[in-house]
C-alpha cells in the first residue's frame, strides 16, 4: 500500500477529479465519443492520492488501470457523469474536471439498431449539460473549481473565456488535436491561468509530471 507522503503544512483535501470520454448512444450497436484516453485525469489522481488527498475519480471508459487507493466511479453518458459529479462535488473541496464531456448527444435513442438504407443518415444532436458551468453557478464557500480548455486555436484567449464563463479559480489551457500532447498522448503541454490573473506555461513533459505542477498550484485557494 502506497505510504501517503504529504508535505508539513499541507491539508489533506477530499478531491474529486473527472476523467476520460463520454460515450453518447445513436442506438444499441453505435455511440459517438472522442479520442480522451483518460491518461490525464488519471495521472492527476495518482499524484494527488499519493499526495496523501482523498480522491473520488469519476472516469468515462477508458482501457487504463485506476491508480491504487483511488475511489472510482464508472460511468458512460454525460448525463452519468452530471449526475454522480453532483453526488460527489458535495463534499469536495477541490474539483478539477479533466474529462472530455461530450457538448451533444443523439436528440433520441433508437431502441433498436438504425438500419443501413439511404447514402446519407442525419441523426439530430441535442445539448448535454454543462457540468463544469453548473458547478461555476452554485459555487460552495472555499471549493476551488479547476476546469480545462481543449483548444485547436488561440489557446489562451478561448481558455480566459471559459474561466470567466464557467466562474471557476483556474483553467488548464491545453492544445489538442497534436499528436505529441492532448488526447491520448503520454505527454502534454499547458498553460495555468488563474481568476486573479496568473498565466503560468508549462511546456511538454509527461502527464505525472504535469499533474503534478497543476496539483502544487490549485490546491491552496486563491484569496480575494
Ligand atoms: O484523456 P487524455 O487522453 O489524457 O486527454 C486529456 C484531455 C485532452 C482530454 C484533457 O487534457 C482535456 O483537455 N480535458 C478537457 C476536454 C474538454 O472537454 O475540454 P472543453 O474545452 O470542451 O471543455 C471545457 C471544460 O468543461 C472541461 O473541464 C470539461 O470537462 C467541461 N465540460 C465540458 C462539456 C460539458 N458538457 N460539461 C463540462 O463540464
Redesign the pocket.
Known sequence: MQRAVRKMGEKHMKILI????TREKIDPVRFIS??????????LAEVASKKGHEVTLVSGS?AIAPPKSVKIVQVES?AD??RE?RRFAKSADLII???????YTPAKFAKDKIKKKDEVLSIKLKK??????N?GKNRKKGRILV?????TSDLVRNAEL?LEK?NLDW??A?E?GKKDR????DN?A?TLISRDGKRIRFPLQS?MSLAGKILSLVCEPIVG
Open positions: 473527472t476523467a476520460g470520454p472522442n479520442y480522451s484516453s483518460g491518461k490525464m485525469g488519471y495521472a477508458v454525460a457523469m452530471a459529479v474536471m479533466a474529462a472530455a464531456v461530450a457538448d448535454t449539460e454543462d457540468i463544469l458551468s458547478l476546469g480545462f480548455a481543449a483548444e471559459k464557467k483553467i488548464v491545453n489538442v492532448g488526447f491520448s498522448s502534454n499547458a502527464k
